[in-house]
Nanobody, 122 residues
Framework: QVQLVESGGGLVQAGGSLGLSCAAS????????MGWFRQVPGKEREFVAA???????YYADSVKGRFTISRDNAKNLVYLLMNNLKPEDTAVYYC????????????????WGQGTQVTVSS
């Protein structure tokens, strides 16, 4: 079992950048596929980015070219660097371990962090 704790959220102006971190404990992240999701009130949690245990990465179309997911297996950390932020990126961002494919996208995960708020002002 792995425990996840996000940090780094906050308020940023449109066009700005923000970095999120996810600290894992209990198990090493090197053995997990890791991902970032986000959710706004009244909507389902949506997939943002994934870092597979084989080293590959994958992004939602809405963030491709602006967000970068990375990991430091030695430090048991997963990062999400967000550039050129837009107001529509405002959400609670969740770190996840072992994202689950739901037919059209990843929509679930075996483990979740508690989430961190990202607010982008226009």
């Amino acid at each position: 079992q792995v425990q996840l704790v996000e940090s780094g959220g906050g308020l940023v102006q449109a066009g700005g950048s923000l970095g999120l971190s996810c600290a894992a404990s209990g198990r090493t992240v090197s053995t997990y596929d890791m991902g970032w999701f986000r959710q706004v009130p009244g909507k389902e949690r949506e997939f943002v980015a994934a870092s597979w245990s084989n080293g590959n990465t994958y992004y939602a179309d809405s963030v491709k070219g602006r967000f970068t997911i990375s990991r430091d297996n030695a430090k048991n950390l997963v990062y999400l660097l967000m550039n050129n932020l837009k107001p529509e990126d405002t959400a609670v961002y969740y770190c996840a371990a072992s994202p689950i494919w739901c037919g059209s996208s990843w929509c679930k995960a075996d483990y979740w962090g508690q989430g961190t708020q990202v607010t982008v002002s226009s």
